[in-house]
Nanobody
């Protein structure tokens, strides 16, 4: 299975951006999906996750109320609103059939290569 992110870029503080992630090589509906982010010198941190059916979601406290994760038949999205400079990071998409993997970041079956999001203040 492979996943690939798109939609990163430069945005001003207070603005919005949407990331997308597509999965190939397996049946998308059988995978829980997550988003993580990483800045230089720090460990990768959990941002959001959505269950296989889309009925359950989870968010990091730092993004609750600002970010929304969703999925359709073949893509997972991360809508990011009210962006802050501290949201600047490389954002990674994660795919696994196990919910725990996509909320913990451990033993994830597939990671994307990352999409850079830069928020200017």
């Amino acid at each position: 299975v492979e996943v690939a992110e798109s939609g990163g870029g430069l945005v001003q503080a207070g603005g919005s951006l949407r990331l997308s992630c597509a999965l190939s090589g397996r049946v998308f509906a059988t995978y829980a999906m997550g988003w993580f982010r990483q800045t230089p010198g720090k460990e990768r941190e959990f941002v959001a996750a959505v269950s296989r059916g889309g009925g359950s979601t989870d968010y990091a406290e730092s993004v609750k109320g600002r970010f929304t994760i969703s999925r359709d038949k073949d893509t997972v999205y991360l809508q990011m609103n009210s962006l802050k400079s501290e949201d600047t990071a490389v954002y990674y998409c994660a795919a696994d059939q196990n919910w725990y993997a996509v909320v913990s970041g451990t033993r994830v079956e597939a990671w994307g290569k990352g999409a850079l999001v830069t928020v200017s203040s």
